[in-house]
Nanobody, 122 residues
């Protein structure tokens, strides 16, 4: 199971740190992704990270504001979100890739967390 946490209500310009912890299976050899889904919109790619953290990819909308990291010893991936904007409001999901790489396509991810809600007030 994947447990995403750290969401909440924050003012525009603020920061949040999301965590995605895996239990019952290791994610240390898998790429990971964060996606988000705003009300009435499709789920979209936010950021991906490969198995060892040396390769990452960010959606243009979050570049320079979000960072991703992972601690394979803790079986956890983190998403640091800074300078949040109202358009970042969404449910954020973490997911495990089908292999060691990240992908922008949701279909490349086989395991999903339950999501954590991020609300940014303007």
């Amino acid at each position: 199971q994947l447990q995403a946490s750290g969401g909440g209500l924050v003012q525009a310009g603020g920061s949040l740190r999301l965590s995605c912890a895996a239990s019952e299976r290791t994610i240390s050899t898998y790429g990971m992704g964060w996606f988000r889904q705003a009300p009435g919109k499709e789920r979209e790619f936010v950021v991906g990270i490969n198995w060892n953290g040396r390769s990452t990819n960010f959606a243009d909308s979050v570049k320079g504001r979000f960072t991703i990291s992972r601690d394979n010893a803790k079986n956890t991936v983190y998403l640091q979100m800074n300078n949040l904007k109202s358009e970042d409001t969404a449910v954020y999901y973490c997911a495990v890739s089908r292999d060691s790489r990240w992908y922008q396509d949701t279909g490349a991810y086989g395991y999903w967390g339950q999501g954590t809600l991020v609300t940014v007030s303007s």
